[in-house]
């Protein structure tokens, strides 16, 4: 993910911050497999909750906020790339349920489709632009979620 998003604080010193960006190197490592903040936070070696606000104050996301965003983008960078189904991409980047994968994507909002559209909207764009595909057409894609301090999904649109 990009760096912009990293803002060090006074309050926090640079072995803490090392430790952090440990804990996203863990994420960014381990996307793929069932995650929790115990995990996660142990990567750190802080509780889980001071890890938690820790790593919100630095990233200004949510451990968990950071690990669906990995996801989606290397779901999303899948149905660009290959010719692959939906529910192959949803359990390769560590979703558990293609129902939940599916909802994360704003498609109807964006570009009036759901997630299972991509492959047939790659296509259509291979066909239309003599096999050239553009990635900037997907990115407008959005994640329409957000999460409470426990971690759990509320499922509300942004």
């Known amino acids: 993910m990009a760096e912009k998003t990293f803002r060090q604080t006074k309050s926090i010193d640079s072995d803490i911050h090392e430790r952090l960006w440990r ?81 994360l994507f704003a498609f109807p909002q964006v570009r009036g489709g759901r997630a299972g559209q991509i492959p047939q909207a790659r296509k259509g764009l291979v066909a239309k632009s003599a096999g050239v595909l553009h990635s900037d057409v997907w990115a407008g894609f959005k994640c329409p979620i957000s999460f409470s301090l426990s971690l759990s999904w509320k499922g509300s649109p942004v």
Do not use: M
């Open 23 to 103: 804990a996203r190197r863990f994420i960014d490592d381990y996307y793929d497999l069932p995650l929790n903040l115990s995990e996660i936070s142990r990567q750190a070696c802080l509780s889980r909750y001071h890890f938690l606000r820790l790593f919100r104050e630095t990233f200004q996301t949510t451990p968990h906020q950071y690990l669906i965003q990995r996801r989606i983008a290397k779901a999303k960078e899948l149905l660009r790339s290959k010719p692959v189904s939906v529910t192959d991409v949803c359990f390769e980047v560590g979703f558990q349920s293609l129902g939940s994968f599916s909802s």
